[in-house]
């Protein structure tokens, strides 16, 4: 219907080369625009939306970097290029950040009511360390997460299912102690509201 398309958006024109290094970003922003197209709709109520992956090949060219980002960071003079494509993937973010939170639902925005959680798998890529693992969390879950501050888990024995966990439990699912089976159970302190 008229009313479906208005609000879930149309068909795109033209083609895209999926394999052609410079229509990254174009292709980035089209699976972006279709997960939030899939949230605004109803069509799922959970996504993971992977942009890249720690052995990428990408030549970040649109920022000013001509070597694959993987062996970027294996360069220990590569750190302004590493910077550089640091900031376009969270300007990704920021791009669906406000996306959702253009949209009206209920007494806010979409943003209000979702739980996005931002990170890479390493800590530092040079040496390929899992941890520190730095992570950014946006959206409010409901007023069940709180928000507009840093906290620093570091040195405190908290894993990745930690937040996992605290996650399921913002979700309504108290039940949940543990995620996987590495670790001890348990949840963060000072994540929900």
């Known amino acids: 219907s008229q009313k479906s398309e208005q ?15 410079s229509s990254f970003p174009q292709l980035l922003k089209l699976q972006t625009d279709l997960l939030v197209a899939a949230l605004r709709c109803d069509r799922t109520r959970i996504a993971t939306l992977q942009w890249s992956r720690a052995f990428s090949m990408v030549q970040h060219t649109w920022v000013g970097t001509n070597q694959a980002h993987h062996t970027l960071q294996h360069d220990a003079g590569a750190l302004d290029a590493l ?9 990704q973010f920021a791009y669906l950040v406000d996306a959702l939170k ?13 739980l996005l959680v931002y990170g890479n798998e390493l800590g530092t890529g040079s040496d390929h ?10 959206g409010g879950l409901g007023k069940t997460i709180r ?3 840093h906290l620093n888990f570091a040195g405190t024995g908290a894993r990745f299912h930690h937040l996992l966990t605290t996650i399921c439990n913002a979700m309504g ?17 000072g994540i929900l509201a």
């Open 7 to 21: 609000i879930c958006g149309t068909k795109p024109a033209g083609s895209l080369n999926l394999t052609a290094n």
């Open 83 to 91: 910077t550089r494509i640091g900031r376009w993937y969270m300007e």
């Open 102 to 114: 253009n949209i009206p639902e209920g007494n806010g925005t979409m943003l209000d009511n979702t």
């Open 129 to 138: 360390q899992a941890g520190p693992l730095p992570l950014v969390l946006a």
């Open 147 to 149: 928000v507009g501050r």
């Open 173 to 189: 699912l108290p039940g949940i102690t543990h995620v996987g089976n590495i670790g001890t159970p348990g949840t963060l302190p």
